[in-house]
């Protein structure tokens, strides 16, 4: 796992305050257009240098929410089964990813991470509501909270699947998945998935 280090020079992004993720990429400038997301994808601006932090966020229920967002897509990675407890290939996974959208689009991944998450949360979902042998689905509006875990999740396996019997890598898969959400394409596996659950929700209103 030597593949793991941040950058070839060590005093670049970490000097003072300029803290980088993978000493590249800062969130200071990252702009966050939903209002209501705001406070749970905050630690975007967070600064640290990887986006490992010891499981420190599992303590307390709702605690990862302050959790760093880079970090909660690394976290998504770690799925399912043979992937489980292997956060260095999460984190390798993600810093090349992050290469590969700054190359494609120019802009700062932590900018298309954000944007990705704000279209991929579903607004609005439909619940079970009933006892007994009634049972009827109703629709309900989605906290934000469960918006940027249902979006992690989405991209996460949009990814995955993607990149299962495919010549291309789960980095470029996962660059895909995170260019075409933040363009809020039709291409993209979780506006697909957040359209739908979406759709269904309004047919139970």
Same mark, same amino acid.
């Given at each position: 796992?030597?593949?793991?280090?941040?950058?070839?020079?060590?005093?670049?992004?970490?000097?003072?305050?300029?803290?980088?993720?993978?000493?590249?990429?800062?969130?200071?400038?990252?702009?966050?257009?939903?209002?209501?997301?705001?406070?749970?994808?905050?630690?975007?601006?967070?600064?640290?240098?990887?986006? +490992?932090?010891?499981?420190?966020?599992?303590?307390?229920?709702?605690?990862?929410?302050?959790?760093?967002?880079?970090?909660?897509?690394?976290?998504?990675?770690?799925?399912?089964?043979?992937?489980?407890?292997?956060?260095?290939?999460?984190?390798?996974?993600?810093? +090349?990813?992050?290469?590969?959208? +700054?190359?494609?689009?120019?802009?700062?991944?932590?900018?298309?991470?954000?944007?990705?998450?704000?279209?991929?949360?579903?607004?609005?979902?439909?619940?079970?509501?009933?006892?007994?042998?009634?049972?009827?689905?109703?629709?309900?509006?989605?906290?934000?909270?469960?918006?940027?875990?249902?979006?992690?999740?989405?991209?996460?396996?949009?990814?995955?699947?993607?990149?299962?019997?495919?010549?291309?890598?789960?980095?470029?898969?996962?660059?895909?998945?995170?260019?075409?959400?933040?363009?809020?394409?039709?291409?993209?596996?979780?506006?697909?998935?957040?359209?739908?659950?979406?759709?269904?929700?309004?047919?139970?209103?």
């Amino acid at each position: 796992m030597t593949d793991i280090a941040i950058t070839d020079d060590p005093t670049l992004g970490q000097t003072g305050t300029d803290i980088r993720v993978f000493g590249k990429w800062t969130g200071a400038e990252v702009q966050i257009s939903d209002m209501s997301l705001e406070d749970y994808i905050l630690g975007a601006k967070q600064p640290k240098f990887l986006p +490992h932090s010891a499981g420190r966020y599992q303590v307390k229920r709702f605690r990862k929410a302050s959790c760093p967002i880079v970090e909660r897509l690394v976290c998504s990675l770690m799925f399912h089964g043979r992937n489980n407890g292997k956060k260095l290939m999460a984190v390798r996974i993600v810093r +090349h990813t992050f290469e590969i959208i +700054h190359l494609l689009s120019g802009e700062n991944p932590l900018q298309v991470l954000v944007n990705a998450i704000i279209n991929s949360g579903p607004r609005e979902d439909s619940t079970r509501i009933g006892r007994q042998g009634t049972v009827r689905r109703q629709a309900v509006d989605v906290s934000p909270l469960r918006r940027v875990n249902q979006a992690l999740y989405l991209i996460c396996t949009g990814a995955r699947d993607s990149a299962f019997k495919s010549v291309k890598t789960i980095a470029e898969c996962l660059a895909d998945e995170l260019i075409n959400a933040a363009k809020g394409s039709s291409t993209s596996f979780a506006i697909k998935r957040k359209d739908e659950l979406e759709r269904v929700a309004k047919s139970n209103r």
